[in-house]
């Protein structure tokens, strides 16, 4: 029972490169999210997923598309990374009753030069 | 939209004695209040949370208190250790568009 795990760990990009981070959780909840995380900034929704098959725009959408593969997966694509998109990058599920809580994957650190 | 403002950013205490962190938030619709810590590194793992039916709730070392009226939460740290550095944040959950939003984050250092 891995929880919610991220892939790849650590990634270090040149601007106008893309590449898609991996989200995937084992515990069959419906609710997934994307996150970033910059100094003095807190945890900002970049995109989200209520349910399989729905995808939802957060606080800083621009740059970014996801897809909800499945229940399980759910992706975030740089298509032209920027060195503004230099973060930490956290995916979450939903837990709680309503699912208002949030179990945090061990994250990625992207660098953009 | 919400808007959680969380106070001190950093917060410096000798061992053995308290700490407590404050926030804000702006809707009186939101219902549920999550406190998470981040050590260095690591990803942020939920500690405690307490719903708006509720004014406290304690769990060993650690306390949150509510304030609807006034909008204002606090997590309190007793006898305070070195192992309780880390970064702390605080949210609030607005049902209305199922949004969690975070503070920015409080610095906790503890000194031996």
């Known amino acids: 029972n891995a929880g919610v795990t991220q892939t790849p760990k650590f990634q270090v990009l040149k601007t106008g490169q893309s590449m898609t981070l991996q989200c995937a959780q084992d515990m069959n909840h419906n609710s997934m999210y994307w996150y970033r995380q910059d100094p003095g900034m807190g945890l900002r929704l970049i995109y989200y997923s209520a349910s399989e098959g729905t995808t939802d725009k957060g606080e800083v959408p621009n740059g970014y598309n996801v897809s909800r593969l499945n229940k399980r997966e759910f992706s975030l694509r740089l298509e032209s990374a920027a060195p503004s998109q230099t973060s930490v990058y956290f995916c979450?599920?939903?837990?709680?009753?309503?699912?208002?809580?949030?179990?945090f994957g061990p994250g990625t650190r992207l660098t953009v030069t | 939209g919400e808007n959680v403002e969380q106070h001190p950013s950093t917060l410096s205490v000798q061992e053995g004695d308290s700490a407590v962190i404050k926030c804000t938030y702006s809707?009186?619709?939101?219902?549920?209040f999550p406190w998470y810590k981040q050590e260095l590194g690591k990803r942020p793992q939920l500690i405690i949370d307490?719903?708006?039916?509720?004014g406290e709730k304690k769990d060993q070392r650690i306390a949150v208190t509510l304030n609807k009226t006034a909008k204002h939460f606090s997590l309190h740290i007793t006898e305070t250790q070195p192992e309780d550095s880390a970064v702390y944040f605080c949210a609030a959950f607005y049902s209305g568009y199922s949004t969690l939003t975070f503070g920015k984050g409080t610095m906790l250092l503890v000194s031996p």
């Open positions: 307490i719903r708006s039916n509720v």
């Open positions: 809707d009186s619709a939101s219902n549920y």
């Open positions: 979450a599920i939903g837990v709680r009753t309503g699912g208002e809580g949030r179990y």
